[in-house]
C-alpha cells in the first residue's frame, strides 16, 4: 500500500510540473452509509468445535464519514483523469440481536480511488455534469465490534485488502474562473470477501458497499474550453 501512495503522489507531482493548466487538487469530504451485502446465515465450526450460527445475518445501513485529497487531469473538453487518496469508514449495524441495542462493526480503511470521467459543459457560466468511473482499493487501518458497554478488537476477522467498483456522478460549480466546487452522490462496491480468521473458517460472507455524497473544492488555473 505505500508503494501505491508513494506512486500517486509522484504522479501527482509530475502533472503539476508538466501540465499546470490542466490539473485541479483539493480535499473533498464524504458523507455516506455503508453495508455489509451478502452477509447471509451461515453454520459452522467455531474453535470449541461446536456449531456456531451467524448473528450477523441481517445487517443494515450505518452512517459513514471520509475525508482526503482529489486531483483531477483534464485531457481535453470532454474526458479526463481523476485519483483521490484518504481516509474512509465502513461497516454496517446488526439489524435483529438479542436485546434493544444494535451493535455495529466501525471500519476504517485508507482508500485509493482512481479512475476516469466524462464532462458536459453546459450554459455560459461553465457548469458541467460529471461522471466518474474507476477502481478503489481499501487497506484495512482497523476493525472492531462496539456495544453500549464497549467494544470488541476485530482486527483478525476482516481482511488487510479489498478492492471495488466506483460510481460517481455529479457537477462542477466554477469559483473565481480558475477554482471549482464539485458535488457528486456516488456508489463505491467492494468485490473482495471482507473476512477473515475465525469468521472465514465459519462460513461468513460479506463485501462492502459505500453510498453517499461528496463534496469537494479544486484549485488550479483557467482552462479554456473550446465550446465549438
Not at 471520509?66 to 483521490?84: D, I
Not at 455495529?104 to 457560466?125: A, E, F, P
Not at 461528496?214 to 488550479?220: D, K, S, V, W
Request: no cysteine.
Amino acid at each position: 500500500m505505500k508503494k501505491i501512495i508513494l506512486i500517486v503522489l509522484l504522479a501527482l507531482t509530475a502533472n503539476v510540473v508538466l501540465a499546470q493548466k490542466n490539473i485541479k487538487i483539493g480535499p473533498y469530504y464524504i458523507f455516506g452509509t455503508s453495508t455489509i451485502v451478502s452477509s447471509g446465515n451461515a453454520m459452522g465450526m467455531n474453535n470449541s468445535g461446536m456449531n456456531h450460527t451467524n448473528t450477523n445475518s441481517d445487517i443494515s445501513f450505518k452512517l459513514s464519514f471520509g475525508t482526503g485529497l482529489r486531483a483531477e487531469l483534464s485531457l481535453n473538453k470532454n474526458w479526463g483523469l481523476y485519483v483521490q487518496t484518504g481516509y474512509q469508514q465502513r461497516g454496517g449495524k446488526f439489524n435483529n440481536y438479542m436485546d434493544t441495542y444494535k451493535p455495529r462493526y466501525n471500519l476504517n480503511y485508507w482508500d485509493v480511488n482512481m479512475g476516469g470521467q466524462y464532462k458536459i459543459t453546459g450554459g455560459t457560466k461553465r457548469k458541467q455534469l460529471v461522471i466518474n468511473l474507476g477502481l478503489t482499493q481499501h487497506t484495512l487501518l482497523n476493525a472492531n465490534r462496539a456495544y453500549d458497554m464497549g467494544s470488541d478488537n476485530m482486527n483478525g476477522d476482516f481482511g488487510n485488502l479489498d478492492v471495488g467498483l466506483f460510481f460517481g456522478i455529479g457537477g462542477n460549480f466554477p469559483v473565481f474562473e480558475k477554482d471549482i466546487f464539485q458535488i457528486q452522490l456516488f456508489a463505491n462496491q467492494g468485490f473482495s470477501q471482507m473476512y477473515s480468521g475465525n469468521m472465514l473458517m465459519n462460513n461468513w460472507s460479506g463485501r462492502n458497499m459505500l453510498m453517499g455524497i461528496q463534496i469537494g473544492y479544486l484549485i488550479g488555473k483557467s482552462i479554456k474550453i473550446n465550446t465549438q
